[in-house]
C-alpha cells in the first residue's frame, strides 16, 4: 500500500469517527429536565429530576421534551407560548 493509500484511509476512518460520535450539547445536566415559562416564548430552566416545575413553568409535553440543544423538540419549541395547562397557545410563522 502506498503512502497516498494510507492517508486516504487515516482520512477516511478520521471522518467516520468525527461524524459518527460528534458531541452534542444537552439542554439539561443528567440529573435536570427542561421547562418553559409560561406565556414566553424564548423563556426555559432546567429543573432538577423529582421535583415540580416552579410557579410560572411547565414541563413540555411528554414525548416531546428537548433534549440537545438544536434537536427536533428544541427547535420545534424554540418560539412556541404555552399556557398554564402546558398546551400550546401560539405559534410564530417559522412553526407552521
Known amino acids: 500500500m502506498g ?3 494510507i492517508f486516504g484511509a ?3 476512518t478520521a471522518f467516520f469517527l468525527f461524524n459518527r460520535f460528534v ?3 444537552k439542554v439539561c445536566m443528567a440529573d435536570e429536565y427542561p421547562v418553559k415559562l409560561i406565556g414566553s416564548s424564548t423563556g426555559s ?3 432538577p429530576n423529582g421535583q415540580e416545575p416552579p410557579e410560572g413553568f411547565v414541563r413540555y409535553p411528554a ?3 428537548p433534549m440537545y ?3 427536533k423538540w428544541d427547535r420545534r419549541w424554540k418560539d412556541a407560548v404555552f ?3 402546558g398546551d400550546l397557545v401560539e405559534r410564530t ?3 407552521r
Request: charge should be negative; glycine fraction near 12%; include cysteine.
Open 3 to 5: 503512502v497516498p493509500r
Open 10 to 12: 487515516v482520512g477516511e
Open 23 to 25: 458531541w452534542r450539547e
Open 45 to 47: 430552566r432546567c429543573v
Open 63 to 65: 414525548g416531546k421534551v
Open 69 to 71: 440543544l438544536g434537536d
Open 83 to 85: 399556557d398554564e395547562n
Open 93 to 95: 410563522d417559522s412553526q
